[in-house]
């Protein structure tokens, strides 16, 4: 990482099919074997470039991506034979970015709501631009952070089923990271699957949610990390944006294609970041190779969540993308799409910001 890049943004990403990007902890050869265990018991090998993602973003602070103690960069390889991996890595630096750390403290194990108020007091120079991305990273491996629908029970509805698609009983069958009780592993699994990274545009000095949207810290530990307890350490960079797109679309059908309408909003922007992110209730974001067959895409996507409820569908897959734009085009391989998820004929409301 360049010295010169003192705040900003990084964004590595693959364009190989069958391949993904994630973090998690990086000092014990068991976890990665165990990782491998957990997810061919998930889902079929075909979909685990969306159930993962295809990039990650992490925030520069001093020169470093701001990373845990423990934390790494897993390049997952879903495929059964060797093939060659390209990575491309976009850093978006600027003097306006601003750079904060903040505690945040689950009062158990859990998903918990963390309120807007509680979620900016310690965010240094909200609002200062006209447009801005806040960029939210959880320096830990075993938790997580997502946005997803408010309402009652919605985090007990997330915990339960995080403990259905990662049972502890994996304990006695394979697992064999296990030295701090049953929740161990688990917890590394449930935090790559539901990201460690979450975007979120600032409108008017203010996170731009969808009006039934908020933030969850997801804590899948009994007694919280090694150290630490529930206090978990947040990274967040604000980032100054060229602009921030509102668009309201239709929904035809169960599976849709986003990506050429998202393409027409970057025309123009040379170079740079597109944040993607959804407004609208009972709706996710897929971000796959391409797929015709709607009804393949529900039967396997249900089967993952194990016909779980919206907030699963929302919480493990998610409701924004990230991608990098070059030469007025989005720089993605010719394979990779950008999908709407959810019932036909829903009003699908995107914010789209260009960095």
Not at 319 to 343: D, H, R
């Amino acid at each position: 990482m360049s010295p010169r890049v003192w705040r900003g943004h990084g964004h590595p990403e693959r364009r190989v099919k069958e391949a993904s990007l994630t973090i998690n902890e990086n000092c014990d050869a068991t976890v990665r074997v165990d990782m491998l265990g957990a997810m061919d018991r998930i889902a079929p090998s075909s979909y685990m470039s969306s159930l993962f993602p295809p990039s990650l973003s992490i925030p520069i602070y001093k020169g470093e991506p701001v990373l845990g103690t423990w934390q790494g960069v897993y390049l997952c390889n879903w495929s059964k034979r060797k093939q060659e991996h390209v990575i491309h890595a976009s850093i978006f630096s600027s003097e306006q970015a601003r750079y904060s750390t903040q505690v945040l403290s689950a009062p158990a194990r859990g998903c918990h709501h963390i309120t807007n108020d509680r979620l900016t007091s310690d965010i240094s120079g909200i609002g200062q631009s006209k447009h801005e991305l806040c960029q939210f990273f959880i320096c830990h491996t075993s938790a997580a952070i997502c946005v997803n629908t408010l309402g009652e029970n919605v985090g007990t509805k997330m915990e339960k089923s995080l403990n259905s698609i990662v049972p502890e009983s994996w304990n006695r069958e394979f697992f064999r990271h296990t030295y701090e009780g049953d929740d161990d592993m688990p917890g590394h699994v449930k935090s790559s699957l539901v990201g460690v990274s979450v975007g979120v545009p600032v409108v008017n000095g203010s996170l731009s949610f969808g009006p039934n949207q908020g933030f969850y810290l997801v804590e899948p530990r009994n007694t919280g990390g090694w150290g630490v307890g529930h206090k978990r350490k947040i990274a967040s960079v604000v980032l100054p944006a060229k602009n921030i797109i509102t668009l309201s679309l239709k929904t035809k059908g169960t599976l849709q294609d986003l990506t050429e309408t998202i393409a027409e909003q970057v025309k123009g922007h040379e170079a740079g970041i597109c944040h993607v992110s959804c407004k609208s209730p009972n709706t996710t974001i897929l971000f796959m190779e391409n797929e015709d067959d709607s009804q393949a895409v529900s039967t396997n996507v249900h089967k993952i969540i194990q016909g779980q409820g919206q907030e699963t569908l929302t919480m493990i897959f998610g409701v924004q993308v990230i991608i990098p734009v070059k030469n007025t085009k989005l720089w993605i391989s010719e394979t990779q799409k950008v999908y709407f998820y959810g019932e036909p004929g829903e009003n699908l409301d995107l914010e789209i910001t260009l960095l």
